[in-house]
């Protein structure tokens, strides 16, 4: 028995991705919604490195995290931050302290948790830096577009380039809404994950198109296949190639999860893992459900490709009548021999014989 990747592969087995568009659509536009949402109603739990502040690190503490939240409010008369990794170190962020200040806060947190002050790590960070790495995230997204734009362009054609763009703006969407859902921190590592997002998010969604191109290189001149069709045997036929790669991938970023920040406390690897786990969730999916229905659509407005489709449907519907006249002309004739035979086996036994019957050779000797 053959795999299901090659009866895929080879047409036997098909999914209608294509004709689900809609089904897909309103699926990602109930993820859109609820991330946007999300993002305008709880907003992004941003770092002290894009919002400014102290952060004070306590390791191998002694005391709880409601006893370091109890003293830090106390000492600075405002909410803080306080989390406790595996490995028993806490981490109390507050807001922005001069350096004098930093330096008797420090000695509250030594008093109160049992460790030396020189132990303690402090961190002073301005908003201008984490503003500054906003801004150049930001020029290098855009600049990454521009380029893809034209490379998909010249690579394949405009139609897809807008398509993968598509596909990028719902894979960076759907990840920063569930940050902004779940409450995790936004920090330099978030965003080194997703702006690594979108290089694999595009790579699927070439991986796919390039299928594309390949079943559709000179489609008009044949009345077979729909380029929908065609498009929807290429996905078929790279879908298991991209659920293999994205499992692939997604295996050493739960790793890095567990391991990296489960055990090891490490946060920093957290905020990178998630944004990739997600991204790569969310581009394996843009590339199949989103990607190319879209491209399809805006294919099947031009003339050539409407065209296409009237051929194929006017084939089919001739084939469709073709099919039904010859079972009743097979109908016919089987009836028309049964009947052929019927009469043959009446009048066969009926007929007598005219001829006179021979003599024997013995007789005819004694005439």
């Known amino acids: 028995m053959r795999s299901l990747g090659q009866r895929l592969y080879n047409g036997q087995s098909s999914i209608?991705?294509?004709?689900?568009?809609?089904?897909?659509?309103?699926?990602?536009?109930?993820?859109?919604?609820?991330s946007i949402g999300a993002l305008f109603f709880r907003g992004?739990?941003?770092g002290i490195e894009f919002r400014g502040g102290a952060d004070f690190s306590v390791?191998?503490?002694?005391?709880?995290?409601?006893?370091?939240?109890?003293?830090?409010?106390?000492?600075?008369?405002?909410?803080?931050?306080?989390?406790?990794s595996a490995s028993g170190t806490i981490?109390?962020?507050?807001?922005?302290?001069?350096?004098?200040?930093?330096?008797?806060f420090a000695g509250v947190l030594a008093e109160s948790c049992g460790v030396a002050k020189d132990d303690i790590k402090a961190q002073v960070v301005g908003p201008t830096?984490?503003?500054?790495?906003?801004?150049?995230?930001?020029?290098?997204?855009?600049?990454?577009?521009?380029?893809?734009?034209?490379?998909?362009?010249?690579?394949?054609?405009?139609?897809?380039?807008?398509?993968?763009?598509?596909?990028?703006?719902?894979?960076?969407?759907?990840?920063?809404?569930?940050?902004?859902?779940?409450?995790?921190?936004?920090?330099?590592?978030t965003v080194i994950g997703v702006l690594t997002i979108l290089g694999y998010s595009l790579y699927d969604t070439v991986v796919v198109f390039d299928k594309v191109r390949e079943n559709t290189r000179g489609?008009?001149?044949?009345?077979?296949?729909?380029?929908?069709?065609?498009?929807?045997?290429?996905?078929?036929?790279?879908?298991?190639?991209?659920?293999?790669?994205?499992i692939v991938a997604l295996l050493?970023?739960?790793?890095?999860?567990?391991?990296?920040?489960?055990?090891l406390g490490a946060g920093t690897l957290l905020d990178l893992a998630v944004a990739l786990g997600i991204g790569m969730a969310a581009g394996t999916y843009s590339s199949i459900f989103i990607a190319t229905p879209f491209l399809v659509q805006m294919k099947n407005r031009q003339p050539e490709v409407k065209a296409l489709a009237g051929r194929v449907a006017a084939r089919r519907s001739q084939a469709q009548r073709q099919g039904r006249g010859q079972s009743a002309e097979e109908t016919d004739a089987e009836g028309g021999s049964q009947a052929q035979e019927a009469v043959v086996t009446t009048?066969?036994?009926?007929?007598?014989?005219?001829?006179?019957?021979?003599?024997?050779?013995?007789?005819?000797?004694?005439?």
């Open 129 to 189: 830096w984490g503003a500054e790495i906003s801004k150049k995230a930001l020029q290098g997204l855009v600049v990454f577009l521009l380029l893809l734009v034209i490379f998909l362009s010249i690579y394949f054609d405009w139609r897809m380039a807008i398509a993968a763009l598509v596909a990028l703006v719902h894979d960076i969407v759907i990840t920063v809404g569930i940050y902004a859902l779940t409450g995790l921190e936004v920090t330099p590592a």
């Open 16 to 34: 209608d991705f294509i004709g689900r568009t809609r089904t897909w659509y309103v699926a990602s536009a109930i993820i859109l919604l609820i």
């Open 91 to 104: 981490r109390v962020q507050t807001e922005s302290l001069t350096p004098a200040q930093s330096l008797t």
């Open 44 to 46: 992004l739990n941003l």
């Open 59 to 84: 390791p191998n503490a002694t005391c709880s995290v409601e006893q370091a939240r109890g003293v830090s409010e106390d000492f600075t008369g405002a909410q803080v931050i306080v989390t406790e």
């Open 219 to 246: 489609i008009g001149g044949q009345s077979v296949l729909t380029y929908a069709e065609a498009a929807n045997l290429a996905v078929n036929q790279t879908l298991v190639r991209s659920i293999n790669t994205s």
């Open 347 to 367: 009048k066969v036994p009926s007929a007598a014989r005219q001829q006179p019957r021979r003599a024997a050779r013995s007789r005819r000797g004694r005439r």
């Open 252 to 263: 050493p970023v739960v790793a890095i999860i567990v391991v990296g920040a489960g055990l």
